[in-house]
């Protein structure tokens, strides 16, 4: 069974449905809301693939350095996904959120807009994943 990390501050919206999409599906998944929870989950459990919005709280626990990085003008959704690349540069991330469209130039790395449909978001994740069905 394959294991998906979301980290999106949003606990209403897209997410609960997106949430009963991946549940339908057989996926196990996990919603943080914090940047800064994720990096601390990263540390200890593995998953099949990351589902990260860019626009969230700078985390106050953070560092200086990532803060500042923040601050900087870099979102703390692309912060996140740098240190997610530092740790392991081959897990898929799915990009899912409402900032105008994303340069990232990482073949593991794809972009969704929100709203987008469930469907298109499961089709996404099937293909990242490599599942045929």
């Known amino acids: 069974m394959k294991k998906i990390l979301i980290v999106d501050d949003e606990k209403r919206g897209n997410i609960p449905f997106l949430m009963e ?10 919603h943080l809301t914090s940047a800064h929870k994720a990096l601390e989950t990263l540390q200890s459990e ?3 693939l990351i589902i990260l919005d860019i ?3 700078i985390p106050k626990l953070w560092s ?3 803060k500042n990085d923040c601050e900087n003008g870099l979102k ?13 540069p081959s897990i898929p991330v799915l990009i899912y959120s409402s900032v105008g ?9 794809t972009y969704l807009r929100k709203p987008e449909l469930n469907e298109t978001i499961i089709e996404k994740i099937d293909e990242m994943l490599g599942i045929e069905d």
């Open 21 to 30: 999409a991946l549940d339908k599906k057989g996926f196990l998944f996990t």
């Open 46 to 48: 593995l998953f099949d």
């Open 55 to 57: 626009m969230m709280p």
């Open 64 to 66: 200086n350095h990532l």
């Open 76 to 88: 703390t959704g692309l912060v996140l996904h740098r240190e997610i690349r530092n740790a392991n």
């Open 101 to 109: 469209e994303i340069q990232i130039s990482d073949k593991y790395t």
